[in-house]
């Protein structure tokens, strides 16, 4: 079983800033993308940066130069450095992962952390 866990969510004012990080833990051969989404009121669940083993990463359009996710191998860990937060940045922030497993690779989600943003 993979459990992923979020963690570093809270409460912001407009212009600060916030670090996610989500762990993965159990039973696996490796973690393949890394990334996070979220869920804003209303909308869709969206991609906002994903993570590769060889750490090259994407940014949604939105969050370029002010978020910035990065990966610690040795820790199963990634983050999600997040500045100058603007109040369309709150959301449900969920980790996710393409794990390999011993029959192949299967997606994992945390259960989210909640992100606010006040004006």
């Known amino acids: 079983q993979v459990q992923l866990v979020e963690s570093g969510g809270g409460l912001v004012e407009t212009g600060g800033s916030l670090r996610l990080s989500c762990e993965a833990s159990?039973?696996?051969?490796?973690?393949?993308?890394m990334a996070w989404y979220r869920q804003r009121p209303g909308k869709e669940r969206e991609l906002v940066a994903e993570i590769r083993n060889g750490r090259m990463a994407n940014y949604a359009d939105s969050v370029k130069g002010r978020f910035t996710i990065s990966r610690d191998n040795t820790r199963d860990e990634v983050y999600l450095q997040m500045n100058s937060l603007q109040p369309e940045d709150t959301a449900v922030y969920y980790c996710f992962s393409k794990v390999v497993i011993g029959w192949g690779q299967g997606d994992y989600w945390g259960q989210g952390t909640q992100v606010t943003v006040s004006s």
């Open positions: 159990g039973s696996f051969l490796s973690l393949n993308v």
